[in-house]
Nanobody, 115 residues
Framework: QVQLVESGGGLVQPGGSLRLSCAAS????????PGWYRQAPGKERELVAS???????NYADSVKGRFTISRDSAKNTVYLQMNSLKPEDTAVYYC?????????WGKGTLVTVSS
């Protein structure tokens, strides 16, 4: 059974930083196009950042220059470094990846940016 488990969320003040992790476990042959999405209260889920083929990265305009997505293939883990956080970054952050050709989602981790 493949699982994606996010961690690293929490409460942070505006201007602060957090690092989210997404660890994949189970019988894993391949992990492709890992990405981070978020869903704020009353809003639709949106793409935050992803790693496309060839380690090419893609970011939402609202997070460019502040967030960085990276991966450690040896650990089957994807990270999202979030700097200069703003109240509007408050949301549940979800990890998604194609594992062995099938899409999987994590259950999410809450990020709250507030003073």
């Amino acid at each position: 059974q493949v699982q994606l488990v996010e961690s690293g969320g929490g409460l942070v003040q505006p201007g602060g930083s957090l690092r989210l992790s997404c660890a994949a476990s189970g019988r894993i042959v391949s992990i492709n196009t890992p990405g981070w999405y978020r869903q704020a209260p009353g809003k639709e889920r949106e793409l935050v950042a992803s790693i496309r083929s060839g380690d090419d990265t893609n970011y939402a305009d609202s997070v460019k220059g502040r967030f960085t997505i990276s991966r450690d293939s040896a650990k089957n883990t994807v990270y999202l470094q979030m700097n200069s956080l703003k109240p509007e970054d408050t949301a549940v952050y979800y990890c998604k990846a194609f594992v062995n050709g099938w899409p999987y989602w994590g259950k999410g981790t809450l990020v709250t940016v507030s003073s």
